[in-house]
Protein backbone atom coordinates (compact mmCIF):
# COMPACT_ATOMS: atom_id res chain seq x y z
CA UNK A 1 0.00 0.00 0.00
CA UNK A 2 2.81 2.26 0.31
CA UNK A 3 4.13 1.74 -2.64
CA UNK A 4 1.24 1.91 -4.43
CA UNK A 5 0.60 5.62 -2.23
CA UNK A 6 4.25 6.77 -3.17
CA UNK A 7 3.70 5.64 -7.26
CA UNK A 8 0.59 7.89 -7.35
CA UNK A 9 2.65 10.85 -5.56
CA UNK A 10 5.92 10.46 -8.47
CA UNK A 11 3.08 10.52 -10.74
CA UNK A 12 1.00 13.55 -9.72
CA UNK A 13 4.08 15.79 -9.62
CA UNK A 14 5.93 14.31 -12.67
CA UNK A 15 2.04 15.09 -14.39
CA UNK A 16 2.27 18.84 -12.21
CA UNK A 17 5.81 19.18 -13.97
CA UNK A 18 4.60 18.54 -17.12
CA UNK A 19 1.63 20.52 -16.86
CA UNK A 20 4.03 23.56 -16.29
CA UNK A 21 6.13 22.71 -19.28
CA UNK A 22 3.24 22.45 -21.72
CA UNK A 23 2.01 25.79 -20.59
CA UNK A 24 4.68 27.64 -20.27
CA UNK A 25 5.10 26.66 -24.28
CA UNK A 26 1.80 27.70 -25.23
CA UNK A 27 1.16 30.76 -26.42
CA UNK A 28 -1.64 32.35 -24.37
CA UNK A 29 -3.01 35.98 -23.08
CA UNK A 30 -3.88 36.73 -19.93
CA UNK A 31 -7.31 35.10 -18.53
CA UNK A 32 -9.19 38.64 -17.20
CA UNK A 33 -8.98 42.09 -18.49
CA UNK A 34 -7.57 43.31 -21.76
CA UNK A 35 -4.18 43.98 -23.33
CA UNK A 36 -3.62 46.28 -25.87
CA UNK A 37 -0.09 46.14 -28.11
CA UNK A 38 0.66 49.01 -30.51
CA UNK A 39 3.24 49.18 -33.21
CA UNK A 40 4.13 53.01 -32.77
CA UNK A 41 3.69 56.15 -34.68
CA UNK A 42 2.11 59.74 -33.99
CA UNK A 43 -1.59 58.82 -35.11
CA UNK A 44 -2.36 57.13 -31.95
CA UNK A 45 -6.32 58.31 -31.73
CA UNK A 46 -7.99 55.45 -33.06
CA UNK A 47 -6.03 53.22 -30.91
CA UNK A 48 -5.53 55.65 -27.75
CA UNK A 49 -9.97 55.10 -28.18
CA UNK A 50 -9.62 51.40 -27.56
CA UNK A 51 -7.59 52.22 -24.62
CA UNK A 52 -9.65 54.50 -23.49
CA UNK A 53 -13.02 52.32 -23.72
CA UNK A 54 -11.73 49.17 -22.41
CA UNK A 55 -10.25 51.18 -19.18
CA UNK A 56 -14.09 52.60 -18.49
CA UNK A 57 -14.41 55.79 -20.89
CA UNK A 58 -15.13 58.86 -19.13
CA UNK A 59 -14.64 57.19 -15.68
CA UNK A 60 -11.29 56.04 -16.64
CA UNK A 61 -8.50 56.07 -14.04
CA UNK A 62 -5.21 54.93 -16.08
CA UNK A 63 -1.49 55.32 -15.45
CA UNK A 64 0.99 55.95 -17.84
CA UNK A 65 4.78 54.37 -17.24
CA UNK A 66 7.03 56.30 -19.31
CA UNK A 67 10.11 54.45 -17.60
CA UNK A 68 11.28 53.67 -21.48
CA UNK A 69 12.21 57.36 -22.19
CA UNK A 70 16.00 58.49 -21.72
CA UNK A 71 16.13 59.06 -17.88
CA UNK A 72 17.48 62.92 -18.68
CA UNK A 73 14.54 63.51 -20.93
CA UNK A 74 12.39 61.77 -17.57
CA UNK A 75 14.47 64.56 -15.45
CA UNK A 76 13.47 67.83 -17.37
CA UNK A 77 11.16 69.75 -15.35
CA UNK A 78 7.82 69.82 -17.60
CA UNK A 79 8.17 66.24 -18.78
CA UNK A 80 5.86 64.19 -16.61
CA UNK A 81 3.34 66.98 -16.64
CA UNK A 82 3.89 67.25 -20.34
CA UNK A 83 3.05 63.36 -20.77
CA UNK A 84 0.04 63.84 -18.02
CA UNK A 85 -0.98 67.07 -20.74
CA UNK A 86 -1.05 64.31 -23.54
CA UNK A 87 -3.56 61.88 -22.10
CA UNK A 88 -5.45 64.70 -20.74
CA UNK A 89 -5.91 65.66 -24.56
CA UNK A 90 -7.24 62.26 -25.53
CA UNK A 91 -9.91 63.02 -22.48
CA UNK A 92 -9.04 61.15 -19.75
CA UNK A 93 -9.58 63.11 -16.79
CA UNK A 94 -7.66 61.02 -14.04
CA UNK A 95 -4.19 60.40 -15.09
CA UNK A 96 -1.17 59.18 -13.00
CA UNK A 97 2.67 59.37 -14.25
CA UNK A 98 4.07 56.54 -12.33
CA UNK A 99 8.11 56.34 -13.07
CA UNK A 100 10.85 54.93 -11.27
CA UNK A 101 14.16 53.66 -12.50
CA UNK A 102 14.81 52.17 -9.08
CA UNK A 103 13.91 48.31 -8.64
CA UNK A 104 13.39 48.68 -5.08
CA UNK A 105 10.87 51.56 -5.24
CA UNK A 106 8.80 49.57 -8.00
CA UNK A 107 8.42 47.11 -4.27
CA UNK A 108 7.78 49.82 -2.10
CA UNK A 109 3.84 50.14 -1.34
CA UNK A 110 3.53 53.66 -1.18
CA UNK A 111 4.85 54.05 -4.68
CA UNK A 112 2.28 50.81 -6.18
CA UNK A 113 -0.47 52.39 -4.22
CA UNK A 114 -2.05 53.86 -7.45
CA UNK A 115 -1.72 50.80 -9.52
CA UNK A 116 -4.35 49.35 -6.92
CA UNK A 117 -7.35 51.24 -7.94
CA UNK A 118 -5.97 51.92 -11.30
CA UNK A 119 -8.74 50.78 -14.87
CA UNK A 120 -5.42 51.36 -16.96
CA UNK A 121 -1.66 51.26 -17.12
CA UNK A 122 -0.44 52.63 -20.67
CA UNK A 123 3.37 51.70 -21.08
CA UNK A 124 5.11 54.61 -23.55
CA UNK A 125 7.50 53.90 -26.33
CA UNK A 126 11.93 54.20 -25.47
CA UNK A 127 13.59 51.56 -24.84
CA UNK A 128 12.10 48.15 -23.25
CA UNK A 129 14.78 47.29 -21.11
CA UNK A 130 14.35 50.09 -19.06
CA UNK A 131 10.88 48.67 -18.13
CA UNK A 132 12.37 45.75 -17.34
CA UNK A 133 15.10 47.01 -15.16
CA UNK A 134 12.46 48.89 -13.31
CA UNK A 135 9.67 46.59 -13.08
CA UNK A 136 10.18 42.73 -13.72
CA UNK A 137 9.63 40.58 -10.70
CA UNK A 138 8.48 43.53 -8.49
CA UNK A 139 5.63 44.32 -6.56
CA UNK A 140 4.20 46.89 -9.12
CA UNK A 141 4.65 43.91 -11.62
CA UNK A 142 2.53 41.58 -9.03
CA UNK A 143 -0.04 44.99 -8.75
CA UNK A 144 -0.56 44.82 -12.83
CA UNK A 145 -1.75 41.25 -13.08
CA UNK A 146 -3.97 42.18 -10.44
CA UNK A 147 -5.61 44.99 -12.48
CA UNK A 148 -5.88 42.83 -15.81
CA UNK A 149 -7.57 40.16 -12.84
CA UNK A 150 -10.49 42.95 -11.69
CA UNK A 151 -11.10 43.40 -15.65
CA UNK A 152 -8.45 46.67 -16.27
CA UNK A 153 -6.43 47.13 -19.57
CA UNK A 154 -2.90 47.15 -19.89
CA UNK A 155 -1.92 49.26 -23.04
CA UNK A 156 1.62 49.92 -24.71
CA UNK A 157 3.11 51.40 -27.54
CA UNK A 158 6.54 50.61 -29.33
CA UNK A 159 9.05 49.77 -26.41
CA UNK A 160 5.84 49.66 -24.51
CA UNK A 161 3.85 46.75 -26.96
CA UNK A 162 6.82 44.70 -26.70
CA UNK A 163 7.64 45.06 -22.83
CA UNK A 164 4.01 42.98 -22.64
CA UNK A 165 5.37 40.18 -24.25
CA UNK A 166 7.31 37.13 -22.54
CA UNK A 167 10.33 37.48 -24.45
CA UNK A 168 11.92 40.95 -24.78
CA UNK A 169 12.58 41.86 -28.62
CA UNK A 170 15.33 44.29 -29.29
CA UNK A 171 16.16 44.67 -25.66
CA UNK A 172 19.72 45.09 -25.57
CA UNK A 173 21.16 47.59 -24.04
CA UNK A 174 23.70 48.83 -26.73
CA UNK A 175 21.50 49.47 -29.35
CA UNK A 176 17.83 48.58 -30.73
CA UNK A 177 18.91 46.72 -33.22
CA UNK A 178 20.32 43.81 -32.07
CA UNK A 179 17.07 41.30 -31.66
CA UNK A 180 18.71 38.88 -28.65
CA UNK A 181 20.27 41.45 -26.69
CA UNK A 182 20.95 41.34 -23.20
CA UNK A 183 17.61 42.11 -21.72
CA UNK A 184 15.26 38.58 -23.17
CA UNK A 185 12.43 38.42 -20.88
CA UNK A 186 9.11 40.79 -21.21
CA UNK A 187 6.54 41.14 -18.27
CA UNK A 188 5.06 38.37 -19.72
CA UNK A 189 1.48 39.08 -19.98
CA UNK A 190 1.05 37.32 -23.24
CA UNK A 191 3.19 33.95 -22.58
CA UNK A 192 5.55 32.11 -25.28
CA UNK A 193 5.60 35.05 -27.67
CA UNK A 194 8.28 37.92 -29.33
CA UNK A 195 6.51 40.53 -30.45
CA UNK A 196 7.85 43.59 -32.10
CA UNK A 197 7.02 47.24 -33.55
CA UNK A 198 7.74 49.46 -36.15
CA UNK A 199 7.87 46.78 -38.36
CA UNK A 200 6.57 47.98 -41.89
CA UNK A 201 7.67 51.33 -41.31
CA UNK A 202 11.35 50.47 -40.35
CA UNK A 203 11.43 47.46 -43.11
CA UNK A 204 11.96 44.69 -39.63
CA UNK A 205 9.86 42.52 -41.37
CA UNK A 206 12.90 39.95 -41.31
CA UNK A 207 14.08 40.62 -38.19
CA UNK A 208 11.78 38.22 -36.08
CA UNK A 209 13.42 35.25 -37.56
CA UNK A 210 16.90 35.52 -35.60
CA UNK A 211 14.50 34.78 -32.55
CA UNK A 212 12.47 32.20 -33.47
CA UNK A 213 15.74 30.23 -35.20
CA UNK A 214 16.72 29.95 -31.18
CA UNK A 215 13.15 29.35 -29.95
CA UNK A 216 10.99 27.08 -31.81
CA UNK A 217 7.47 26.96 -31.25
CA UNK A 218 7.47 30.54 -29.95
CA UNK A 219 5.10 33.01 -31.70
CA UNK A 220 6.43 35.90 -33.26
CA UNK A 221 4.29 38.93 -33.77
CA UNK A 222 5.35 42.41 -35.88
CA UNK A 223 2.68 44.98 -35.07
CA UNK A 224 3.21 48.32 -37.56
CA UNK A 225 2.78 51.87 -37.11
CA UNK A 226 -0.47 53.27 -36.04
CA UNK A 227 -2.03 49.89 -36.05
CA UNK A 228 -3.07 47.06 -33.02
CA UNK A 229 -3.72 44.59 -31.26
CA UNK A 230 -6.75 43.90 -28.77
CA UNK A 231 -5.82 41.04 -26.70
CA UNK A 232 -8.93 39.64 -24.39
CA UNK A 233 -7.97 35.93 -23.21
CA UNK A 234 -6.60 34.26 -26.29
CA UNK A 235 -7.54 35.96 -29.24
CA UNK A 236 -7.05 39.14 -30.81
CA UNK A 237 -8.21 41.73 -33.10
CA UNK A 238 -6.12 43.69 -35.55
CA UNK A 239 -7.15 47.78 -34.98
CA UNK A 240 -5.83 50.82 -36.77
CA UNK A 241 -4.60 51.93 -40.23
CA UNK A 242 -1.75 49.48 -41.55
CA UNK A 243 -1.18 45.44 -40.64
CA UNK A 244 0.03 43.20 -37.91
CA UNK A 245 2.96 40.21 -39.39
CA UNK A 246 2.50 36.71 -37.94
CA UNK A 247 5.33 34.44 -37.60
CA UNK A 248 3.70 31.16 -36.82
CA UNK A 249 5.72 29.00 -39.60
CA UNK A 250 1.94 28.92 -42.09
CA UNK A 251 1.16 31.30 -44.59
CA UNK A 252 -2.31 32.32 -44.77
CA UNK A 253 -4.35 34.41 -47.35
CA UNK A 254 -7.37 35.85 -48.71
CA UNK A 255 -6.73 34.66 -52.27
CA UNK A 256 -5.55 31.16 -50.99
CA UNK A 257 -2.03 29.47 -50.63
CA UNK A 258 -1.90 26.18 -52.91
CA UNK A 259 -0.94 28.21 -55.69
CA UNK A 260 1.43 29.93 -54.04
CA UNK A 261 5.41 29.51 -54.53
CA UNK A 262 6.53 29.74 -50.70
CA UNK A 263 9.95 29.63 -49.13
CA UNK A 264 10.14 27.20 -46.57
CA UNK A 265 8.49 26.77 -43.56
CA UNK A 266 11.09 28.47 -41.19
CA UNK A 267 10.67 31.81 -43.72
CA UNK A 268 7.24 32.23 -43.28
CA UNK A 269 4.89 34.94 -41.93
CA UNK A 270 1.77 36.67 -43.46
CA UNK A 271 -0.38 39.76 -42.75
CA UNK A 272 -3.56 40.65 -41.04
CA UNK A 273 -5.56 43.83 -41.20
CA UNK A 274 -8.14 45.78 -39.21
CA UNK A 275 -10.53 43.26 -38.13
CA UNK A 276 -9.16 40.08 -38.21
CA UNK A 277 -8.96 38.51 -35.39
CA UNK A 278 -6.11 35.18 -34.50
CA UNK A 279 -5.99 32.48 -31.94
CA UNK A 280 -2.95 33.10 -30.07
CA UNK A 281 -2.93 29.43 -28.51
CA UNK A 282 -4.50 27.57 -31.75
CA UNK A 283 -2.64 30.05 -34.02
CA UNK A 284 -5.62 30.55 -36.26
CA UNK A 285 -7.30 32.70 -38.19
CA UNK A 286 -11.11 33.13 -36.69
CA UNK A 287 -12.41 35.81 -39.24
CA UNK A 288 -11.43 36.19 -42.72
CA UNK A 289 -12.48 39.68 -43.64
Known amino acids: MRNLIYTVFILFLVNGLHSQINSN ?15 GGGDTALVIGEFKKYAGGDSAKIIVIPTAMPQDYLQEETTLSNIKQRFE ?27 KTATGIFFTGGRQWRIAD ?3 NTKAHDEMFKLLDRGGVIAGSSAGATILGSYLARGDTKNNQIMMGDHT ?8 IAIDQHVLARNRQFDMFSILESNPG ?62 LATRKILIEN
Open 25 to 39: SLTQGYRNGTIIGIG
Open 218 to 279: MLGLGIDENTAIVVQGDTFEVVGKSYVLIYDNSFWSREGSHLKELPKENDLFYFLKAGDRYN
Open 185 to 192: TGLGFITN
Open 134 to 136: SFL
Open 89 to 115: KYGFGDVTVLHTSNFEEANNDDFIRPI
